[in-house]
């Protein structure tokens, strides 16, 4: 009879833990809305722009992981495959994936019970007032030898365990997402630093052209002026405007030095250790689907990871909710103690212990002067912020993809207009070259026109370095390309040549 009380017993308070244990008390996660518009304001420029941004999806032809083979340069090709390889950030952003994991791992570790077990002796011996015994009567001391094991589990009651495996499992989708984040900013910088140098090379190439033109400009006035068909002034100004542009050709040297020690850093190499041949940068033209706003919240890797940061601010809730109600912890010891190691095994040495050494298995706070309360606070305090931080996120990458749609457009009209007034301007100083020959003008006015054309010619090489700067920005604001392949962060500390489609740990 008593035993069937105790097995009663024994199951109903299984039955009520089992209960229990699904009465998780923190808040289910749901996304919090966000203003998005039907479609970019630049798709309703022209009807054909709109037509063809509202067809983009993610399964079209640009791949995400190789973007910048848009622009169809091999040196470009290589230069982005370096940086993937070698470039240290992104080796620390792996890095912090991995702790990440780690850290998830650690929470999982508490759905699970822990066992242990040891083997040693103990030497004791207790009061002869707290055996009863006179106090000159025999108590010698007494060796303990024990060989057990102990197991403790905690029971997850109200889901405080589960709460805190969700909040670490969505942080290192975050740093997961950061990660995509670090080699999509990565990628671009690399393209942008390359186009740069290439635009530099274009500068330099044109302040070449421009020295030699003046300085055959120059032997000319100098024969002229030996005839006395002119004064001196018109040699010195010759003089003046050919080491003008000397000066302004060692100039763009020392800014493409500049650009292309940057390069090698993002290339993950020592400035003395890299040398980019030189290469004139020509017009860039790439036609690029932006795609409807809302596949923007699925591809950019900084709004990922702000979400991911909003689910896990949303489980830490749920930890701090459950740290109100009671906690059941489940310990227990068997095996065997003796005084004599060589009866340490035998069947009658075998001991057990169930329930906690010290304090109650089932433990319900009361009093704690509101930290538990401040905690709450804290949590839900969090989430709010990282609501705002991802709701600012999404913002921002619509801005970006607007203010880089409406850069390449305007950037081809006004590439178009510049060309035509290069031609001009290299017109006029054609004009003035043969009025001056025939007497008609001053060779200021040939200065003028000598600088006009170099002003229009190195304005349209601007022009080229921005429109290629938007255009890498503009794939960087939209997420990349559409089909992901980039360097998996479990072995890039080893093996960063190596691509492939990550996916989040569940």
Known sequence: MIMNKSLRFTLGLGATVLVLAGCAVGPQYQRPDVD?????????????????????????????????????????????????????????????????????????????????????????????????????????????????????????????????????????????????????????????????????????????????????????????????????????RARTELDSARSESLGVDRQRAIAEHALAILLGKPPSNFELAPQPLESVAVGIPAGLPSSLLERRPDIAAAERAMAAANARIGAAKAAF???????????????????????????????????????????????????LDRARAEYEEEVAIYRQTVLNAFREVEDNLSSLRILGSQTDVQDTAVQSAARAAELSQIQYREGSTSYLDVIDADRAVLQQKRAAVLLYGDRAHAAVNLIRAIGGGWNPVIPDVTTLATDTARLYSPKFDQ
């Open 325 to 375: 109600f009671p906690r059941l912890n489940i310990t227990g010891t068997g095996g065997y103690e003796s005084s004599q190691l060589s009866d340490l095994f035998e069947w009658s040495s075998r001991a057990f212990l169930l329930g906690p050494f010290v304090g109650t298995m089932l433990s319900l706070p009361i009093f704690d002067g509101g930290q538990r309360q401040a905690g």
């Open 36 to 236: 998005v518009p039907a479609a970019f304001k630049e798709a309703s420029m022209s009807p054909e722009a709109a037509e063809r941004w509202k067809e983009a999806q993610p399964s079209d032809s640009l791949e995400r992981g190789r973007w910048w083979a848009v622009f169809h340069d091999a040196r470009l090709d290589e230069l982005e495959e370096q940086a993937m390889a070698a470039n240290q950030d992104l080796k620390a952003a792996a890095a912090r994936v991995a702790q990440a994991r780690a850290l998830t791992k650690d929470a999982r570790s508490g759905l699970f019970p822990r066992v242990d077990a040891g083997f040693g002796p103990t030497r004791q011996r207790t009061s002869n007032a707290s055996q009863g015994l006179s106090e000159d009567a025999s108590n010698p001391p007494l060796t303990l030898w024990r060989a057990q094991a102990g197991v403790s589990y905690e029971v997850d009651l109200f889901g405080r365990v589960a709460s805190q495996v969700d909040a670490a499992t969505a942080g290192a989708q975050q740093y997961q997402a950061l990660f995509r984040s670090v080699l999509l900013a990565l990628q671009a910088d690399v393209a942008q630093a390359y186009f740069l140098v290439r635009r530099l090379d274009a500068e330099k190439a044109l302040y070449r052209d421009t020295v030699e033109l003046r300085k055959q400009t120059l032997e000319l006035i100098e024969r002229r002026y030996a005839e006395g068909d002119i004064s001196e002034l018109d040699v010195a």
